[in-house]
């Protein structure tokens, strides 16, 4: 399975972009073994996916899985993922490395890795909209 690699650098504070139409909300209490549900809009659709989490390393690293219905597949767990967001301290800021594995082909890991850049760039504007 070919893994997705997403990142972002986020620096010194930016202007916020109020016209993006991404609404997300994240449920958990960041506990290993607890749920984890994101909920919200993508693209002009409703989702909600969910997942577990696996491990929690303030603040360097976060392990969950992932499954959206918005794929098309059986909720089963071989059709979740493994998302792993590691941060690692740079010169100016953070540099936020995602990957997500378990994707059944090159195309479906660039889809992926697309998506999950996206997600950081939002995840970088509010970053750097509380420095402002």
């Known amino acids: ?24 909300r994240t449920i958990t209490d960041w506990q ?6 994101w909920s919200g809009q993508w693209q002009g ?4 996916d969910k997942g577990e989490v696996i491990e929690v390393e303030p603040p360097h690293r976060l392990v969950v899985t992932h499954f959206s219905p918005m794929s098309g597949q059986q ?10 967001y590691d941060l690692q301290a740079v010169d100016g800021g953070t540099r936020v490395v995602l990957e997500q594995d378990n994707n059944p082909t090159t195309d479906s890991a660039e889809h992926s890795a697309e998506s999950w850049r996206s997600m950081l760039e939002g995840l ?3 970053a750097e909209s509380a420095d402002s």
Do not use: C, W
Not at 32 to 37: K, S
Not at 45 to 48: L, P, V
Not at 76 to 81: D, G, L, M
């Open 1 to 24: 399975m070919a893994p997705s690699p997403a990142l972002r650098h986020a620096g010194a504070p930016g202007q916020r972009d109020d016209g993006d139409d991404r609404e997300a």
């Open 32 to 37: 290993p073994g607890h749920t984890i549900t």
């Open 45 to 48: 659709h409703a989702f909600e």
């Open 75 to 84: 909720d089963v767990p071989e059709n979740y993922h493994r998302l792993t």
């Open 124 to 126: 970088k504007k509010v």
